[in-house]
């Protein structure tokens, strides 16, 4: 079985490069302007003014709380981080594929702040970052790929998982957990299976996010859950950012499980 796990993440990785080269060849024979005509439309096109306003909103809490807070030293790359990662989350919830643009920023400065975190480094947020940071190139084919952006209108395409893929899914969150929780432990982490419910969960999470898989969203919402917990006493823009993405994965997951229903009518 694990012979071909790791067969079919070589043969993912190699679908991956090969489908980069090909989206490479396609963006040079559409030229410089078509390829930024498509990335301005994926940024403003096809969202209602209620989802102009959730954006507006929720993108603006890290700004308001950078200003309002009565704090000596400001926290720039905290504010970078959490609003990219409000952004990504919203992108994600509204299927537009430049998400994982913002993922990456958010994913990369996340890190430096979990390596340098007061009271020493989040082991399983660490894992958790990297492991979102090689997602996000692999999600960005995936997403450029699917049939959802084959029309001329972004249409969700939305999937909902079997009772086996219920089973495979919370075995993984399991696996992966007990996994890094015994790997922290032996490098000697004070919480390892504190730190490691993040990486069963935001592991699981990814891969269902990758699929259209709304049940993705019920992850995310136990992810968000325990990433305050983590953060709280700390970082204000990270708990801030946490209770946005708490706050849009509930209402990702109405919406994913909406569409779902429609689809299997």
Known sequence: MFEQFIRKQ????????????????????????????????????????????????????????????????????????????IVCVIFVNEGRVSNYFFGLINSLIYLYLCLTAKGGAFYGEVFTTVYFTIMQPIGLFLWLNASRFKQEEQQFVVRSLDAKGWIKNLVLTLVTWLFMGYAYQSIGSNRPFRDSITDGTNVTGQLLMSGYYWEQWLFWIATNVFSIYLWWGTSIHMQGMYWVYLLNSCYGWYTWSKEAKKLAS
């Open 10 to 85: 070589k043969n993912t990785f190699q679908q991956t490069v090969e489908g980069y080269h090909y989206m490479a060849l396609k963006a040079k024979d559409l030229g410089f302007s078509e390829v930024c005509r498509l990335i301005w439309k994926d940024l403003f096109a096809n969202r209602s003014l209620f989802e102009w306003i959730y954006l507006i909103v929720l993108s603006s809490i890290p700004l308001v709380l950078e200003v309002t807070l009565d704090t000596k030293q400001h926290d720039w790359l905290g504010l970078i981080a959490s609003w990219t990662g």
